[in-house]
Every structure is written in C-alpha cells, then in structure tokens.
C-alpha cells in the first residue's frame, strides 16, 4: 500500500465500521497520512483492538449508526470542523430470495446498509456545508450494479445506496460538498455471509463459482476510499465506482 504523507493532514475524517475489514483498513491509511479520525463501530471490543494496534489521532466512537442517540455520540465527538465522512459500515443478507425474505432480515439490512447512512449524513452535511467544503464516501457493493451478488434485501439496500450517493452529490457538489460511491467485489473481511436459501444457492452458486474475481485485501478498497476523500480526487463527485478486480466487466 502506498502512503501520500500529507493528503490529511489538519483533517478530520469520520469512518463507520471502523473495528473491522474495509472500515479499519480506511481508518488506518487515514491516520498514516496524517488524519484525525473518528472511528465508529457498533462493536466496543473490535474497536479498542483498533485502538491498541494503531498510531495517531484516534477517536473511537461505540455507536450503533441505526440508533438516533448514536448519531448524536458520533457527532459529539468530531468538533466543528468535519472534511471527510466514509460511510463503511454494512451487514449481510443470508442471500434470500424475495419469497423467503423475513421482517426483521429486511429491516435490518435497511436499516444499516441505508438508514444509518442517511442519519450520519444528514447530520453532517451542516458542518461540511458550513465550511463549503467535504468529501462523503459510501461503500456500496457489486450487489448494487447486477442482481446476482447477494440476496434480495441485501441487493435492494446497495442500489438504493447508489442512488442516495448520486442525488446527495447533485445536490451538495455546488456547495464544495462531494459525494461518491465505491463498489467493492469479494474482500477478505469478517462480514458473514451465509447461504440461508436453497433456491440462491442453486441460482447464484454457479455463478459464484464461474464470474467471481479474486479475493480483495481490505486495503486495496481503502486505497480508493481514501483518494475520494482526498483533493486528489477533487473533480469526482457523483461516481459509482467498481472496485471489483474487474467483476464488472463480466
Ligand atoms: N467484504 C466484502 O466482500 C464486501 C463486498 C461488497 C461490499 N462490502 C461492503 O463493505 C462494507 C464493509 O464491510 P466489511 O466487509 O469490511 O465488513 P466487516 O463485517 O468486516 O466490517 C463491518 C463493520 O461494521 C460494523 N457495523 C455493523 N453494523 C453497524 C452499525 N449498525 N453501526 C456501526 N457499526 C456497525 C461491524 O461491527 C464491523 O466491525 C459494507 O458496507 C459491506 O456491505 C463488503
């Protein structure tokens, strides 16, 4: 992985799902190039692992993004000044057709993989916007360009995530606040997975098996996250992009 020295330094940047896979990935470049980072995870014991293992300016947050009182404990933290927000934090489906989805699967993919965005974004933004200035990243999935990557709540959560990228940045870009979207294929995380239908696993098995590129590190994700969020990347707002070893292209 290769370090920018000073992309960040001054920053202060907020990433959710920082205990672990791509979230603690983005949070570790960021404090290597000079970031403060405010570090979110629903998971304490992940987090102070974090904290114990890295260097910097490291503020680590307990805060479940879906819980209003959440949101409020993660902006308690960051101070006035906000340059970056990396929405990482996200959970599985167990790869359910519609016909087989259950409530509390739906609301609770729904719940993290969007709502929790929007409540953090939301109530970011008036920092950012105060400064006329912010770099917002969301982590979408290959399950939001093709329905054959993960069950249906799962699916329907990651286009929807492309869609609130899109129309925040149509409506922030003009005011110096970007907004863009990454679409990691497999990573070698510790997000569970697990094939809870038999007719997903007859239908989209196959095609696991045949289209899926390799595995990603985490930091080959964070790599691209954190060029978003930099001035690098200051003329991309709006962006879908793949990070996928090339799934997309099948
Ligand atoms: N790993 C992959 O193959 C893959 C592929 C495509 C997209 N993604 C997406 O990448 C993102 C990160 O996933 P990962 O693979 O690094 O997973 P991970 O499970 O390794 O890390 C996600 C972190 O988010 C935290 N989290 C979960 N719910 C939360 C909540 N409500 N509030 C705060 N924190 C919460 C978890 O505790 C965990 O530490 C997700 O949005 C996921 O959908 C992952």
């Known amino acids: 992985m290769t370090h920018h020295a000073h992309r960040f330094t001054g920053y202060t940047v907020v990433v959710t799902g920082a205990g672990a896979g791509i979230g603690r990935a983005t949070a570790e470049q960021l404090l ?8 979110v995870d629903v998971s304490e014991e992940r987090l102070a692992t ?3 293992e890295v260097d910097g300016d490291l503020v680590a947050v307990v805060a479940d993004i879906t819980d209003p009182s959440g949101i409020d404990a993660i902006l308690a933290t960051t101070g006035e000044r906000i340059d ?8 599985m489906d167990g790869f359910e057709p519609t016909a087989e989805i259950s409530d509390a ?20 933004l008036p920092r950012m916007l105060e400064r006329g200035r912010g770099s917002i990243v969301n982590v979408g999935s290959e399950a939001g360009l093709r329905g054959s990557a993960a069950g249906t709540p799962y699916t329907t959560s990651k286009h929807a995530v492309n869609g609130f990228t899109v129309s925040t940045a149509f409506f922030y870009t003009p005011k110096g606040v970007r907004c863009n979207a990454v679409a990691p294929g ?3 995380t510790s997000i569970e997975a697990p094939f809870r239908s038999e007719w997903a696993q007859t239908r989209i098995g196959p095609l696991l098996q045949t289209n899926l590129p390799a595995v990603a590190r985490p930091d080959q994700l964070s790599s691209a996250i954190t060029w978003l969020l930099s001035e690098d990347a200051s003329n991309v ?10 799934w997309a292209a099948i």
Do not use: C, F, Y
């Not at 290597?32 to 570090?39: F, H, L, N, T």
């Not at 970056?84 to 959970?91: F, K, M, Q, R």
């Not at 707002?237 to 090339?246: F, H, K, R, T, Y």
């Open 32 to 39: 290597a190039e000079g970031s403060r980072v405010i570090a």
């Open 50 to 52: 974090l904290a114990q």
């Open 84 to 91: 970056g927000l990396a929405n990482v934090a996200g959970i």
């Open 105 to 124: 699967t739906w609301d609770r993919v729904l719940a993290v993989n969007l709502t929790g965005m929007m409540r953090l974004t939301r109530a970011v």
């Open 186 to 188: 497999p990573v070698a």
């Open 237 to 246: 707002s709006g962006a879908i992009i793949p990070v996928d070893g090339g």
